[in-house]
């Protein structure tokens, strides 16, 4: 069984940081590509990154690219998501998710997801 616990959510303002951070349980979280996903009130789920097994490879919705940064470290079972220059638009709830197979944009390409972590940022 997989399970996926997202930490460091809160609150900030405005052009300020956070760092999310995934621990997952499980011998094989190598061998699996992670993303990021956030969703607000009323809408579908939203793509915000992904990363290859290997890390070689990153992946951004257009809406974060060169603000996010996603990184794993493998030996820690440990995906994270760094956010700079945040946006009140950038407020929702993120889950981390482990992918299957298929496209790393579409959310039904993954398997297992986090309960997710509230971000919120003020004006």
């Known amino acids: 069984q997989v399970q996926l616990v997202e930490s460091g959510g809160g609150l900030v303002q405005a052009g300020g940081s956070l760092r999310l951070s995934c621990a997952a349980s499980g011998r094989t979280f190598s061998s699996y590509a992670m993303g990021w996903f956030r969703q607000v009130p009323g809408k579908e789920r939203e793509f915000v990154a992904a990363i290859t097994w290997s890390g070689s490879t990153t992946y951004y919705a257009d809406s974060v690219k060169a603000r996010f940064t996603i990184s794993r470290v493998n030996a820690k079972n440990t995906v994270y998501l760094q956010m700079n220059s945040l946006k009140p638009e950038d407020t929702a709830v993120y889950y981390c998710?482990?992918?299957?197979?298929?496209?790393?944009?579409?959310?039904?390409?993954?398997?297992?997801w986090g309960q997710g972590t509230q971000v919120t940022v003020s004006s």
């Open positions: 998710a482990r992918r299957n197979s298929g496209s790393y944009y579409d959310p039904d390409s993954y398997g297992y």
